[in-house]
């Protein structure tokens, strides 16, 4: 993804973009970019002080918000608040990670110290509770082979066309498989889907 420069586009609307995420559209990936993409390298280069580091973190966001676009929740917060967090949560990783290379290199290790604790607090701990448990009892209500393509997919980091093989079916059914797996995912964790969508409109 390029830069937008210092100018972001008009935010979308957040339930209707993660719709829109959640059924593969690229553009809404775009969207999502152009109007957070300046944010979320801000957040990364005030933690990592490294706008290389910045871009690395970027990349990693908008990769997890196209890949699992259902951790996503529009119900309880904004979509800037959320890619805000995450990108505080990643550059803080990143911070974390090349202290440790330092610190195996023989060198200090006090900013590894410095760093601040970005681990859940006790509300936003019981908030990913009950995500997990609902995604956890929304997987199990999938069929077994969207519940089979979703596992390779997300959980043993397979792309699709890897599942397709693993499960001895066309790519296209493992693709197929997935979207909806996706769909059902999306109206138990989020908003359900735009009727007009289901009907191809």
């Not at 966001?61 to 904004?78: C, E, I, K, M, Q």
């Not at 440790?100 to 290199?105: F, G, I, L, N, S």
């Amino acid at each position: 993804m390029e830069s937008t420069g210092g100018t972001s586009a008009p935010p979308p609307a957040d339930a209707e973009v993660h719709r829109r995420l959640v059924y593969g559209d690229e553009s809404a990936l775009a969207e999502v970019y152009a109007a957070y993409g300046g944010l979320v390298r801000r957040v990364a280069v005030r933690v990592t002080r490294s706008p290389a580091a910045a871009e690395d973190v970027a990349q990693e966001v908008f990769a997890h918000l196209w890949s699992r676009p259902y951790t996503f929740d529009a119900n309880r917060g904004s979509l800037r608040t959320w890619l805000s967090v995450l990108a505080h949560r990643r550059a803080v990783d990143w911070v974390r990670s090349e202290a440790r290379h330092r610190k195996d290199a023989g060198a200090d290790d006090s900013a590894l110290q410095a760093i601040p604790d970005a681990g859940p607090g006790p509300d936003e701990t019981v908030v990913d509770r009950e995500r997990s448990l609902l995604l956890h009892t929304a997987l199990a209500e999938l069929p077994q082979p969207q519940r089979e393509v979703v596992h390779l997919a997300y959980f043993a980091g397979r792309t699709y066309r890897q599942a397709a093989v693993e499960l001895g079916i066309p790519e296209g059914t493992a693709k197929t498989r997935l979207r909806s797996a996706l769909r059902s995912l999306a109206e138990t964790l989020a908003d359900p889907p735009d009727p007009a969508l289901e009907r191809g409109a």
